[in-house]
């Protein structure tokens, strides 16, 4: 779903970003009929996406690493050390953004993730956090679905506004 709306986001504002999806669970499945449900009703089709395990090379090629617990970054963390400084869930990212502010259109994304990761430490990413961790709703009610993918709207919106804020223009 963040994937989903993340790149629907940058593709509103003309920004040409490619936007990949990868996990730790299993390869090759389809999303949960309620994921399909809830991102069709957003006017976004993510039926013929496939689940994939995330892997070194993958991590080695981003320029930016988000997950939606801190649980994520760990596992990108210690799958590909050196991926640290680009390595945030959604919402440890978008609260550091709000701090650091928007990124300049000639400052390069590296730079404003540095300026965003200011006094981070890697002991943050122990235990589980409200602050940073987006509750995964599977297996629950659609309702779950729904809220989720409501904060992710909202975070990968405010991302995009702080990464991204030069390449506005097309429709929200």
Same mark, same amino acid.
């Given at each position: 779903?963040?994937?989903?709306?993340?790149?629907?986001?940058?593709?509103?504002r003309?920004?040409? %970003?490619?936007?990949?999806?990868?996990?730790?669970a299993?390869?090759?499945q389809p999303p949960?009929p309620?994921?399909?449900? %809830?991102?069709?009703a957003?006017?976004?089709?993510v039926?013929r996406?496939?689940?994939?395990?995330?892997?070194?090379?993958?991590?080695?090629?981003?320029?930016?690493i988000?997950?939606m617990?801190?649980?994520h970054?760990r596992?990108?963390t210690?799958?590909?050390?050196?991926?640290?400084?680009?390595a945030?869930?959604?919402?440890?990212?978008a609260?550091?953004?709000?701090?650091?502010?928007?990124?300049?259109?000639?400052?390069?994304?590296?730079?404003?993730?540095a300026?965003?990761?200011?006094?981070?430490?890697?002991?943050?990413?122990l235990?589980?956090?409200p602050?940073?961790?987006?509750?995964?709703?599977?297996?629950?009610p659609?309702?779950?679905?729904?809220?989720?993918?409501?904060?992710?709207?909202?975070?990968?919106?405010?991302?995009?506004?702080l990464?991204?804020?030069?390449?506005?223009?097309?429709?929200?």
């Open positions: 779903m963040a994937a989903a709306l993340l790149s629907a986001q940058l593709t509103a003309g920004a040409a %970003v490619a936007v990949c999806s990868a996990g730790l299993g390869t090759g949960l309620e994921v399909i449900e %809830v991102m069709a957003r006017g976004l089709d039926a996406q496939r689940s994939r395990a995330v892997t070194p090379a993958d991590l080695a090629g981003a320029d930016l988000l997950g617990s801190r649980e970054v596992h990108a210690v799958l590909l050390p050196r991926a640290w400084p680009r945030f869930t959604l919402r440890e990212l609260r550091r953004g709000q701090q650091a502010g928007a990124r300049d259109a000639a400052e390069p994304l590296g730079g404003w993730l300026r965003a990761a200011s006094c981070r430490n890697r002991r943050d990413l235990g589980a956090s602050a940073d961790d987006i509750a995964d709703p599977t297996g629950g659609r309702h779950g679905y729904d809220a989720t993918a409501s904060v992710l709207d909202e975070l990968t919106h405010e991302l995009a506004d990464c991204w804020p030069y390449a506005r223009g097309a429709a929200r």
